[in-house]
């Protein structure tokens, strides 16, 4: 039984979980790059019976699964992956697994970025290492509204932060109520006033049909010239054309995103460049105890997967991660 784990770009996997509870018929392969390339993924996947996936960072489509005829388990990290085609999997009998998951990690790192945008941390840093002393005048947030496009577990988090600061803290959803956002401590507002009145913008939604796009040039251009947009739940959510021309033409303040239309993002790509971005690789959920936990998760589902077809087990420690 051949096992793959993909995309273990900080070669951590390994130590993460005890990988031994695995029957003693299962090889192991941990692959630290990323294959782009549907035709170099399908080649290297060819031979696996298991295929191990960290969050979406490989999308496996009805094209690539049709062409893993070895292919019986995908083992993914987290509630939900997007990414995969369930229906395609299943019309093949492949059985599909997930993990558990916390959101204090993407909570964390939305904060980490609005205040390093807010106060200009990295140009702050940087001017230090090359031996200067204070660049920039930063923004104060105490006072100021922040606006939470999704009160989920994420956003009502880091609404609750932001209700520390002493900050307004305004929410929207298509779905969200006067009540519901009461429980958080939050006032409800329309997408429009939300957009209107916001100094920070904090997307936190599912991606889905309905979200997609959902912020575009008609509410970038509602923002205040003195806002921020903070992306850290999907790219497509946010229309990354109009987001480029807003920030090029000087509209708004800046963006700090974690999350792109496409991942890893493009060596050319404007979020590089552009000296009003603050941009991340996708670290919101990359922090040691949720990776021990979907590693974890991980071992124990295919431990279940695999005690059915009566596989020994065999076991020993392993180092945390």
């Known amino acids: 039984m051949k096992v793959a784990i993909l995309d273990d770009y900080q070669n ?26 549907a035709d170099a993924l399908i080649a ?8 191990c996936v960290m969050r979406e960072r490989t999308p496996l489509t009805a094209e690539i699964i049709a062409r893993l005829p070895a292919l019986k388990l995908i083992a993914s990290t987290g509630p939900r992956n997007a990414s995969i085609d369930v229906g395609a999997a299943r019309a093949r009998g492949i059985e599909i697994v997930n993990t558990g998951y916390n959101s204090y990690p993407t909570i964390e790192l939305t904060w980490g970025l609005i205040l390093a945008s807010a106060r200009n941390i990295v140009t702050e840093a940087q001017a230090v290492r090359a031996g200067q002393w204070q660049k920039t005048l930063g923004v104060g947030l105490h006072g100021k509204t922040l606006g939470i496009v999704g009160l989920g577990r994420v956003g009502a988090g880091v609404a609750r932060v932001g209700l520390a600061f002493g900050m307004k803290v305004v ?11 009461a429980e958080h401590g939050v006032t409800l507002a329309t997408k429009e006033e939300l957009f209107r009145a916001s100094d920070i913008i904090s997307v936190h939604l599912i991606l889905s049909d309905r979200s997609r796009g959902l912020v575009g040039k008609p509410e970038i251009g509602l923002m205040k010239s003195s806002a921020w947009l903070v992306n850290t739940s999907r790219g497509p959510i946010v229309d990354e054309s109009a987001l ?15 999350v792109f239309d496409r991942e890893p993002l493009s060596a050319e790509h404007p979020f590089r460049s552009l000296p009003n971005v603050l941009a991340t690789p996708h670290i919101g959920y990359v922090a040691d105890d949720l990776y021990r936990t979907f590693y974890q998760d991980t071992v124990s589902n295919i431990v279940s997967w695999m005690a059915k077809r009566d596989e020994p087990i065999r076991g020993r420690g392993a180092e945390p991660c």
């Open 244 to 258: 480029i021309e807003a920030l090029r033409a000087g509209r708004i303040a800046g963006a700090a995103v974690d």
């Open 171 to 181: 929410a929207w959803s298509q779905n969200l109520t006067t009540e519901n956002a």
């Open 12 to 37: 951590v996997a390994a130590k993460c979980a005890n990988w031994s509870l695995l029957p003693a018929s299962a090889e192991l392969t941990f692959f630290n790059d990323h294959a782009a390339d």
């Open 44 to 51: 290297r996947l060819a031979p696996f019976d298991v295929v």
